[in-house]
């Protein structure tokens, strides 16, 4: 494989990778903290006055193209097309849950700062609280305009939220939250069979993806096992059931129900597995243990090369992806996997980390798209890596 190392195991113990893993985080958390949570975004073409602001942009055919383009391209032109940074509250979120793991002085001070924005950011018009992206985005199947609230969106700023209630007991990140459950019950539309239900990805759609749906009903559940309130309960129950109904033979799920959603890829299934896991521990439940044990062996056996480099499908290993490194850090420790996780992080900060702190994008069979994304490769990092430093298994270095 040309521009990347094969794992070679260079640091072995777990106080040489303890002075790794927090170097990197030190570096990555200056860069983030440099820019204001700041940057531009994998799929933000369409934000660029050439296509907003004239008829170009009009067309789903040069939408869909300048941002597939762009996002491909390994050169940044986003200055020369006025394409400006901006702060996806995702990225306030995954910050968030990051300095409730790290817990130092300074950490106070930068949540402080991640709240406010997300709570300024909150999209107005719905039942309940929700964010989504600051930037419209087209697919094949459709097109959505900026800050249309989203599932995901709204389940990983609501899960940093009760992070920092978890963390200091603070009822107004407690409140939003249980708000943000109300957007989830009551503003996206419920698809799914007899065996469960499954949300929408928007309120302005029906399509039906996996990782969305459950990654909203983890968020339900762990608000419903604080208020105890059946509701959230039950009905995260019944959209983790669709999923898991929906799981293939040999572990894995597929993106979503449709022609669209056939392809299995690291990241998504990750969420799946990182929701599923979180579920049962907030209610208890045993019975997608099979289904659990299933997927986190289909994934470890199907997505890494060398046990350690991420693979971006469970059949192709191009393009190697920063943000597909970040969640198999963070779900590899949530199933247990500690050295699993040293593993990925430190193939990812010798091979993706630049020397100013941020990890570059992708990692593709001849080329390097070096370009920093702060919330798809590098908030995300943040937390796993704080994650990683504050485990058992590297703690016993210091002893």
């Not at 302005?204 to 990782?211: A, K, L, M, P, S």
């Not at 669209?260 to 597995?273: A, E, K, S």
């Not at 997608?288 to 350690?308: I, M, Q, V």
Request: hydrophobic share 40%; with cysteine; charged share 25%.
């Amino acid at each position: 494989m040309s521009g990347i190392d094969r794992f070679d195991n260079r640091v072995s113990d777990r106080a040489a990778r303890r002075v790794l893993f927090n170097d990197s985080l030190a570096r990555l958390r200056g860069w983030l903290e440099a820019n204001h949570y700041a940057g531009i975004e994998p799929h933000d073409a369409i934000t660029s006055p050439i296509l907003s602001r004239t008829p170009l942009g009009r067309s789903p055919f040069l939408r869909l193209a300048a941002l597939q383009g762009l996002r491909r391209l390994p050169l940044n032109l986003r200055p020369l097309l006025g394409i400006r940074p901006d702060v996806n509250t995702v990225s306030l979120g995954w910050a968030l849950r990051g300095y409730a793991v790290i817990g130092d002085v300074e950490s106070e001070a930068r949540i402080g700062e991640c709240l406010e924005g997300i709570y300024s950011a909150i999209i107005g018009g719905y039942s309940g609280a929700c964010w989504g992206y600051y930037f419209p985005w087209q697919t094949r199947a459709d097109y959505k305009p900026p800050y249309l609230p989203n599932i995901v969106s709204t389940a990983f700023v609501g899960q940093g939220l009760l992070d920092i209630h978890q963390k200091r007991g603070d009822e107004k990140s407690l409140r939003i939250a249980r708000s943000a459950c109300d957007f989830i019950l009551r503003d996206l539309h419920r698809g799914g069979d007899a065996g469960g239900l499954c949300f929408s990805y928007t309120p302005t759609d029906d399509h039906q993806v996996y990782n969305a749906s459950i990654l909203g009903a983890h968020l339900l559940a762990r608000v419903g096992a604080i208020t105890g309130e059946r509701e959230l309960i039950d009905t995260a129950r019944a959209a983790v059931a669709f999923v898991v109904d929906h799981q293939q033979e040999d572990g894995s799920w597929r993106y979503g129900v449709g022609d669209f959603y056939t392809f299995i890829d690291n990241f998504h299934t990750g969420y799946v597995l990182m929701s599923l896991r979180g579920h049962m521990e907030c209610t208890g439940e045993r019975e997608f243990d099979g289904p659990l044990r299933r997927g986190e062996d289909f994934y470890r056996r199907s997505f890494f090369l060398d046990g350690a480099i991420p693979k971006y499908y469970h059949n192709r290993l191009f393009p190697i992806d920063a943000h597909a490194a970040t969640q198999a850090i963070v779900t590899l420790l949530d199933c247990g996997d500690e050295e699993g996780a040293c593993r990925v992080a430190e193939w990812a900060i010798r091979n993706m980390q630049a020397r100013p702190g941020y990890f570059i994008y992708q990692i593709h069979r001849r080329y390097r798209n070096a370009i920093p994304y702060l919330r798809w490769s590098n908030a995300w990092m943040l937390y796993a890596l704080a994650r990683l430093a504050s485990t058992e298994y590297l703690r016993v270095a210091e002893n």
